[in-house]
């Protein structure tokens, strides 16, 4: 191998010893899974917010509560309601079964329907944030194993000059150059994912907040209703 292929990137990374190029490998596999999410993350949270304000639209418009019910009916039974139409749905669910049932005091109405809705609210959440832990990990964690790669690999480098009568900047320079390839491979990995989760946890967070307040306000409806029928 000729010096030009030897600091070429393929030549550093396959002169690399067995454990940088773990590292990089490794590196590798969180970057593409990182980047995975990101793009999974980012279609999922738009078309929630996409979702919640088109059915905000429906639900102030005036429509009547059991027609929006069972215009949601067809979704509900393929699985895709999801975000405030699902808190909607549960809520209205358990509200009207109550109801129905003639026993439950109004109270006793309330609390269940505002208990379901607790229930509807903690899966969405589990859907809004999920993924998110990784990103974090990755953004937290590759820089410091992309270093662990870069030292293991500078100390292969010094340990070989030691059997050398004569150190140059050419013997050096390939040994330290695959060594820093895997620090950069730990920032390749790490940016993007500390970029993604920053972004998309404001979504989320301002997701949430926008069902907890649609479920107050639904709540505040039924409230009147179920009194207003007492």
Do not use: C
């Not at 738009?46 to 949601?72: H, P, T, V």
């Not at 329907?113 to 609210?121: I, K, L, N, S």
């Amino acid at each position: 191998m000729n010096a030009g292929e030897q600091l070429s990137l393929w030549g550093l990374i396959s002169s690399a010893s067995l454990l940088v190029q773990l590292v990089m490998l490794m590196l590798l596999l969180a970057s593409v899974i990182s980047w995975v999410m990101i793009i999974q993350r980012g279609t999922y949270l738009s078309r929630a917010r996409k979702s919640m304000i088109n059915f905000e639209r429906k639900f102030w418009s005036g429509s009547d509560l059991n027609q929006l019910f069972r215009d949601g009916n067809a979704a509900a039974e393929k699985g895709k309601i999801d975000g405030v139409e699902s808190l909607f749905r549960a809520g209205f669910t358990e509200f009207t079964r109550l109801r129905q049932q003639g026993k439950s005091s109004p109270a006793a109405v309330m609390e269940g329907t505002e208990r379901a809705m607790r229930v509807a609210m903690s899966r969405e959440q589990e859907k809004v944030e999920m993924n998110l832990p990784f990103l974090a990990t990755v953004g937290s964690v590759s820089p410091y194993i992309g270093l662990f790669g870069t030292v293991w690999g500078i100390m292969n480098s010094f340990r070989g000059l030691a059997t050398m009568h004569q150190a140059t900047i050419a013997t050096v320079a390939p040994g330290i150059s695959e060594a820093l390839i895997a620090t950069a491979m730990g920032l390749f990995a790490a940016i993007p994912a500390v970029m993604a989760f920053n972004r998309y946890s404001a979504k989320a967070e301002w997701l949430l907040s926008s069902y907890e307040t649609f479920a107050e306000e639904f709540s505040s409806i039924l409230h009147r209703r179920v009194h207003a029928a007492g």
